[in-house]
Structures are given as structure tokens and as C-alpha cells.
């Protein structure tokens, strides 16, 4: 048994995996020449070599060390949606919490190396979902905090939105800052009927047709916990009208519902200033 560290784009995490030296499934017969194939190239320093060894090693004997090395070594040819297919194939091998929240870190660490930071956020968070780790937590929260309050265009929202999340348990889903004023519910503001606009334009995606939308109303932990219960009710609710009132045929495209969560899920914990409060003002867009 042994402990695995890696190192993610500047986050160190350190995550407990029992697994054995050499992969479970190559101790199988039908495997023993992927397994010389595996351990030939993770003995190789010529990383292009490394990746055709644990390519052909995977093909014979699928299972999740080698796809995770293999993203691992895609990464460093800077190919990301190579290593992110990678990645998933590793959590399918799996039903471990543990494994597939390392395979989702590893995705979200690709995504945040090219830039597309709501799409990292995604996936730390769906990986905090299936296994807690404070070091991924206190990464998450900068990251949040850095994107507070700005505007996601509709090709983001889209793209985060309609990724495949075949194999993980939690569903593809977004954080859009929709801006209210103060204790309102009232979506009037230019800055907000935007943003509102563009989540339209997303979810008329020819990829969401026939899907199950929720648009989920979040506040911060200011004022009465039941009066935030309400507002984030409310909140959700006026999103879900502007959208069908602009774009009338989304009805027949998809289902829309909504939910209000309040104050009991904040991503920012403890708030303790303005900025925190901001991040937790949010309406979260979940595809079932």
C-alpha cells in the first residue's frame, strides 16, 4: 500500500488511495503483458514513449492507474482534452468516491491550466461532492472568490453545461451571478437581464434538448434564515420566468423547475466580508 501525492497546476494535494504497487487488474493472466507494457512505461523517460506504452497498456487491460498516468503524461504535451478523456476513463474502472474525485481534480486542474476557470470550479466542486479534501476546499474558495459577480458568456455556460459527466454521480451544473438588489427578487437590472439572457441562449442548445433543467436560487447567510429560504425561492423563480418570456420556445426544448436553497449551502464559509457575501449570491443551473 502506499500514499499518493501529486501536484495539480501550484495545488499540492495529498490523497489516500489503497491501492497496490502494481494495478489490481493486472495481477488478472489475461493481463500480464499490459503489465509489462505499464511498468516499462513508467520506467521510461521519454514522455511521447511513456504515453504510446500505457496507451497500448490500457487497450489490453483497462483500469484506473493506468488511464490516471496516462492523463498525467498528456498533460505535460500540453494536450488537455487527450488527458481529460484520459481521466474519465480512469473513474470508470472505479467505484471508489476517493479515485473518482482524483480523476475529477485532475480534470478541473486541465481545465484551469487553459484559462476555463468555471469549468475547474465545476469539477473541484463535484469532486468535494464525492470525497472532501481542505486543500482542494482552499483552492476552490480563491477560485470563487477571484470569479465573484462576473459576467459567463453563453458559450461557457453551454460548454460547462452540456460536458459529459457519464460514470461520476453528480450532474453537469453552473454558477451565474444574477444580480438583485438587495432583498428583492425583482431581475430589472441591465447587468442581470445580461447574464439572464445568455443562460437563455445557452440552454437552447441542440445538446439540451429533451434535458431537465433546475435553476437554484442561493443567498448569503445575511437576515433571517427563513426569510433567505424564500428569497432564493423567489429569485429562482424570476429567472425562470424571464427565460420563458424571451424565449418563448424553450418550453417545448427542455423542462425548467426551480429550487430554493436559502443560506445552506454557501461557497464561501465564513463570510467575512462584502466580497464573501457576493460569492454566495448566486443562482446555480443544474442539467438532470
Known amino acids: 500500500m502506499k500514499k499518493i501525492y501529486f501536484a495539480l497546476m501550484g495545488l499540492a494535494v495529498s490523497v489516500l488511495c489503497w491501492v497496490a504497487v502494481v494495478p489490481p487488474a493486472l495481477a488478472s493472466e489475461g493481463c500480464r503483458y499490459a503489465k509489462q507494457l505499464y511498468d516499462e512505461a513508467m520506467n521510461h523517460t521519454d514522455n511521447p514513449e511513456k504515453i504510446r506504452l500505457l496507451e497500448k497498456s490500457a487497450d ?60 475547474a470550479i465545476r469539477h473541484y466542486r463535484q469532486a468535494q461532492m464525492l470525497h472532501e479534501n481542505p486543500k482542494v476546499d482552499a ?45 428583492s427578487h425583482d431581475l430589472s437590472s441591465h447587468g442581470a437581464q445580461q447574464q439572464a439572457g445568455a443562460l437563455g441562449r445557452a440552454l437552447m442548445n441542440e445538446r439540451l434538448k429533451g434535458s431537465h433543467i433546475y435553476i437554484v436560487g442561493h443567498t448569503d447567510s445575511q437576515g433571517d434564515a427563513s426569510y433567505n429560504m424564500s428569497l432564493s425561492m423567489k429569485r429562482a423563480e424570476s429567472v425562470k420566468r424571464f427565460l420563458i418570456r424571451q424565449f418563448p420556445s424553450l418550453t417545448s426544448h427542455l423542462s425548467l423547475s426551480i429550487q430554493g436553497k436559502g443560506e445552506t449551502r454557501l461557497l464561501i464559509s465564513p463570510e467575512t466580508t462584502a466580497r464573501h457575501y457576493a460569492a454566495n449570491r448566486r443562482v446555480e443551473v443544474v442539467v438532470q
Open 60 to 119: 489490453l487491460c483497462p483500469d484506473f492507474e493506468i488511464y490516471f498516468n496516462l492523463g498525467q503524461a498528456l498533460e505535460k504535451e500540453k494536450k488537455y482534452e487527450e488527458a481529460r478523456m484520459a481521466y474519465k476513463e480512469a473513474q470508470l474502472t472505479t467505484e471508489d468516491g476517493r479515485l473518482q474525485a482524483n480523476a475529477l481534480i485532475m480534470i478541473g486542474g486541465s481545465y484551469e491550466a487553459q484559462k476555463a476557470m468555471h469549468l
Open 139 to 183: 483552492h476552490l474558495q480563491k477560485l470563487v472568490l477571484s470569479l465573484a459577480g462576473e459576467y459567463v458568456p453563453q458559450v461557457e455556460i453551454a460548454r460547462a453545461l452540456t460536458e459529459s459527466t457519464k460514470g461520476f454521480s453528480v450532474s453537469p451544473r453552473i454558477d451565474l451571478y444574477i444580480n438583485f438588489d438587495l432583498g
